[in-house]
């Protein structure tokens, strides 16, 4: 399994800021990321939520997704964000200070947008 903390790829379109919910082995991660779209200098880094499955407990499992054998995130789309903040709501690993900040850069200051 990967520590969800350690997946930055690719470095030059994703920022890791938060992870918030690590369910460990066998399990799935969500994480607040900055995510550029297009590979270009100087734009702004939108604010993203990222999932990813962890993998078994083989040290050896780097989990799903991958991409050139390195795991990343896989950035949801933005009609799905408020669906899965709202689920993490209702688990006890959550992060809640970085659950709070994600529903901040997300959704703006708690206000849900649909």
Do not use: C, H
């Amino acid at each position: 399994m990967v520590d969800p903390n350690q997946v930055i790829y690719p470095r030059s379109r994703l920022q890791l800021v938060a992870v918030l919910f690590n369910g460990g082995a066998n399990s799935y991660s969500v994480a607040l990321v900055r995510w550029r779209e297009e590979e270009t200098e100087g734009e702004v880094w939108p604010y993203a939520l990222g999932i990813r499955w962890n993998g078994g407990p083989d040290p050896k499992d780097k989990g799903v997704p991958l991409s050139s054998g390195r795991p990343i995130w896989y950035i949801l789309p933005k009609d799905l964000v408020l669906w899965v903040l709202e689920g993490l709501l209702q688990r006890p690993e959550t992060d809640r200070t970085a659950l709070a900040l994600a529903r901040e850069k997300l959704l703006g200051k708690g206000e849900e947008k649909r």
